[in-house]
């Protein structure tokens, strides 16, 4: 079943991205310390932030999920990504805060409402995960959703948990 947008937990909304997000999502993907741990690990440039939000957009249209933009609804402030992505593995959780929203649960709230799309109306059977050894935090938002940890694996060249949680 196609998701109803936007995706509506008690302090956030999330929704695909437009356009109209990069500079606002640049301000979080160009922040090193916030990239420390994500993908390859380090800020990226303008052009690259635009490719990926372009990425999602497209990910979006061909599967009917993607990374979504976390808004705080209160405000209505982009305040980072969080979503579903297709890789060779099977589809994965990941969720990215801008660092002035750290420590308030809300990277737990934003990938929850991710978990009841992919079980809900996405009928996925299985999400995975994977968390950089050194970054606690984001093994405690996976363990707090039910994720299984089944150790040690390398991704983007760095020692990993990986995390698995079946519907
Ligand atoms: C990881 C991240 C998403 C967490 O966001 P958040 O909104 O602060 O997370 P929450 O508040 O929902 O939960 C964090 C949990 O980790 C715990 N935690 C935070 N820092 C920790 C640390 N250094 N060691 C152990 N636990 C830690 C918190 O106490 C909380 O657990 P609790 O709910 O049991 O108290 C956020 O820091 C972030 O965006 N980081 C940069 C991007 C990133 O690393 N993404 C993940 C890539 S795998």
Redesign the pocket.
């Known amino acids: 079943m196609p998701l109803d947008f936007p995706l509506r937990g008690d302090r956030l909304d999330l929704r695909p991205f437009v356009e109209a997000d990069l500079e606002a999502m640049h301000r979080v993907y160009g922040d090193p310390e916030?990239?420390?741990?994500?993908g390859e690990g380090g800020a990226v440039t303008a052009e690259e932030s635009a490719r990926m939000l372009a990425a999602y957009r497209e990910h979006q249209a061909q599967h009917g999920f993607a990374f979504w933009a976390v808004c705080d609804r209160a405000t209505g402030t982009l305040i980072?990504d969080a979503g579903l992505e297709v890789t060779a593995d099977g589809v994965e959780l990941?969720?990215?805060?801008a660092r002035a929203?750290?420590?308030?649960?809300?990277?737990?709230?934003a990938a929850r409402l991710c978990v009841a799309a992919a079980f809900g109306p996405l009928e996925l059977p299985r999400l995975l995960?994977?968390?950089?050894v050194d970054?606690?935090?984001?093994a405690?938002?996976l363990a707090?959703l039910g994720f299984v940890d089944e150790g040690r694996v390398i991704a983007y060249g760095r020692p990993h948990r990986r995390f698995v949680l079946e519907r």
Do not use: F
């Open positions: 916030v990239m420390r741990h994500v980072g990941g969720y990215t805060l929203w750290w420590g308030r649960g809300l990277a737990t709230e995960a994977v968390a950089d970054n606690p935090a984001s405690r938002v707090r």
